[in-house]
């Protein structure tokens, strides 16, 4: 079954590719059968990359631990990832080096990870079922069940039942984490008919067994006069009649809690203790570009949401930043990209949203973004909380001349709209550029910015 619906899936890719898929795939059963390392899968419409980075955070004072890179996430880059090699792309002499290294690690005793952490998509009808037939997880999280591939799957039932697949693989005896606040996934845990798995829900709701309430900002007082800076959140962790209290430093999106809870349920799966799990928790940060909190010159305080952008995700980060308290708010948003014919109501819902923020200022990055300027300037917004800029060199550089001590900014847009440059003019240590900012390879930094 899970071969039939995989050759119907495959029907897009070229016979080169289908070959490599199952080259790796061999390659990747001999790893693990030499190895024997104990494997986490994570799969969810959203969230699994902040789940992973959670869980990655607290075992890895405790295991040798690998975890899923960049969009390592499918037939070729899972095998990629438990070799422990990266792409090589068009090149088939990276290809041979990725077969040396795999050889090298098969004959040799070498050192290999004790856990590995892999993030799992699915973006078609079979996918998990297709990577969980040759990687046997011994504890899986489900983070989230939404709209996204519906294109493949038409219903959302469709993709909850795809990702509860990993759930019906688990090897005996494994371990399921499960947010228990979404009702796709409720319905689904409580239909489970496996007895040889145990479960472990999280979330916000009564209900879940590990569950997050008191959630809170967390500030401090900047260096120089009395202007609060924002430092992270924090919320009380409830367990089995035990309450702790956890701190996310620079951690800003209240939904990255739920990345926290899966690693909380993951932890004790390792037979971790709270106190130890909730300390680990601390060091835990988003990837690059994703809600990160950065400091910014004159003492101000920078949230990079610069990875990507969408309507929905545009709208929360500004949730975000109208939630916490600070002096004066900017938020410079950058074009939303590939709505097609949502292009103009998206934008316009995003300009709407900001006008909850009182005395707010909006700096209006490209194009597509003069919807949301319009929306604006309809609603009688004042001139001098308003800001027009064809490209992000010319919003950073405007940016850097008004902005002032205790000053709370988002800077967020589509990957195409390159906003991490605005974040680079204000940021605090440029020279970190490299390790804070996405989008920082020799390759994207090669690409010169252009109009979309």
Not at 411 to 420: A, D, H, L, T, V
Request: glycine fraction near 6%.
């Amino acid at each position: 079954m899970i071969k039939k619906k995989k050759m119907n899936s495959q029907n897009h890719k070229s016979k080169k590719i289908i070959l490599l898929e199952k080259t790796l795939r061999v390659m990747a059963i001999l790893m693990l059968k030499k190895y024997k390392p104990r494997i986490i899968g994570i799969t969810g419409s959203v969230g699994k990359t902040s789940s992973k980075e959670a869980i990655y955070a607290v075992l890895s004072n405790h295991f040798r631990v690998r975890k899923t890179e960049k969009n390592y996430n499918n037939e070729i880059g899972l095998p990629l990832t438990i070799i422990g090699a990266e792409s090589g792309e068009r090149s088939f002499w990276k290809w041979l080096g990725v077969s040396f290294r795999w050889l090298a690690f098969f004959i040799l005793p070498l050192r290999y990870p004790e856990i590995l952490i892999l993030e799992m998509g699915a973006d078609r009808p079979g996918d998990i079922g297709y990577l969980t037939s040759f990687i046997p997880c011994e504890a899986s999280v489900i983070t989230e069940i939404s709209g996204s591939h519906l294109e493949y799957f038409k219903t959302i039932d469709k993709i909850a039942s795809e990702k509860w697949t990993l759930v019906d693989n688990l090897a005996p005896k494994g371990f399921a984490a499960i947010n228990l606040d979404n009702p796709k996934l409720k319905k689904l845990a409580s239909q489970n008919k496996r007895d040889d798995i145990n479960f472990l829900t999280f979330g916000f709701s009564q209900e879940a067994e590990i569950q997050a309430t008191d959630v809170l900002y967390n500030y401090s007082f900047a260096q120089f006069g009395d202007a609060k800076e924002i430092k992270g959140l924090s919320f009380k962790l409830n367990y089995k009649g035990t309450s702790i209290p956890v701190r996310l430093n620079n951690i800003l999106a209240k939904h990255s809690i739920y990345a926290a809870l899966s690693a909380i349920a993951i932890g004790l799966a390792f037979k971790l203790n709270l106190v130890e799990i909730a300390g680990a928790l601390e060091n835990f940060s988003m990837p690059t570009g994703r809600m990160n909190l950065i400091s910014g010159i004159k003492n101000t305080s920078i949230i990079d949401d610069t990875y990507n952008s969408s309507p929905i995700s545009a709208i929360s980060a500004l949730d975000v930043l109208k939630d916490i308290n600070s002096s004066r708010k900017i938020a410079v948003m950058g074009d939303m990209l590939e709505l097609g014919e949502e292009v103009e109501l998206g934008h316009k819902d995003v300009a709407k949203k900001f006008l909850e923020i009182k005395d707010g200022i909006f700096f209006a990055v490209g194009e597509r973004m003069q919807f949301a300027v319009e929306e604006l300037k309809k609603r009688n917004i004042s001139p001098e909380r308003l800001f027009v800029f064809s490209d992000p060199m010319g919003a950073g550089k405007k940016l850097r001349e008004i902005i002032q001590s205790g000053d709370l900014i988002l800077i967020k847009g589509s990957q195409g709209m390159r906003m991490e440059k605005v974040v680079e003019e204000i940021m605090a240590e440029p020279q970190k550029s490299d390790e804070l900012l996405c989008r920082q390879s020799s390759a994207w930094k090669s690409i010169p910015w252009k109009k979309i």
